[in-house]
């Protein structure tokens, strides 16, 4: 079981929009700021958001974050079938002295 | 441009010891803390360990205490990760992954490694 909790799977059509939310608790998202990532088929996680809502040089503005409390999402707009991959949140638990991640979110578009 | 280029993994058998190197190039070593992030075939990705810029604070999971051990060699570059009485349970792709500041408090990873895959089985 992961210390932060995110959907199995969504999908959506091409162009439209997905949210894919990351539920966590006091001691890590409550008290740390969020991350996501994008793992493609067969590749190595890349940073797509920090900081809860900041995009690392290269990625587009289809990409965005929040975090409120103890919860965040990953919006994604205008998708595209180069978008399927593998979306995983991350932050620092404060309790645990550790970085913990969500489970994974598959994204698959239609 | 940041590189990270993990070695060392390989087929071990339980109860065995491996040693994983991360070559890093492109940034200023010591100024930055390290990780060893690692992903079982077909699951998420599990953080593992890791260590302050001057090398000095270590953190690791609960699932890898008193086996693994984070180290580096800020003169060379590198990041190490030597583990110990291996299970079947540490088969993964290990990730060695940049941390945004020398401290080890971050709750992101900036830089990624391409991963070495390392097989616990008789």
């Known amino acids: 079981q992961s210390v932060l909790t995110q959907p199995p799977s969504v999908s959506a059509a091409p162009g439209q929009k997905v949210t894919i939310s990351c539920s966590g608790s006091r001691s890590n998202l409550g008290m740390n700021l969020l991350s996501w990532y994008q793992q493609l088929p067969g590749t190595a996680p890349k940073l797509l958001i920090y900081d809860n809502n900041e995009r690392p040089s290269g990625i587009p503005d289809r990409f965005s974050g929040s975090k409120s409390d103890t919860s965040g999402t990953l919006d994604i707009t205008g998708l595209q079938t180069g978008d399927e991959a593998d979306y995983y949140c991350g932050t620092w638990d404060s309790s645990l002295s550790a970085v913990v991640f969500g489970g994974g979110t598959k994204l698959t578009v239609l | 441009e940041v590189q990270l280029l993990e070695s060392g993994g390989g087929l071990v058998q339980p109860g065995g010891s491996l040693r994983l190197s991360c070559a890093a190039s492109?940034?200023?070593?010591?100024?930055?803390?390290m990780s060893w992030v690692r992903q079982a075939p077909g699951k998420g990705l599990e953080w593992v360990s890791i260590i302050s810029g001057s090398g000095d604070t270590t953190f690791y999971a609960d699932s890898v205490k008193g086996r693994f051990t984070i180290s580096r060699d800020n003169s060379k570059n590198t990041l190490y990760l030597q583990m110990n009485s291996l299970r079947a349970e540490d088969t993964a792709v290990y990730y060695c992954?940049?941390?945004?500041?020398?401290?080890?408090?971050?709750?992101?990873?900036?830089?990624w490694g391409q991963g070495t895959l390392v097989t616990v089985s008789s």
């Open positions: 492109g940034f200023t070593f010591d100024n930055y803390g």
């Open positions: 992954a940049k941390v945004p500041i020398s401290g080890v408090v971050t709750h992101y990873f900036d830089s």
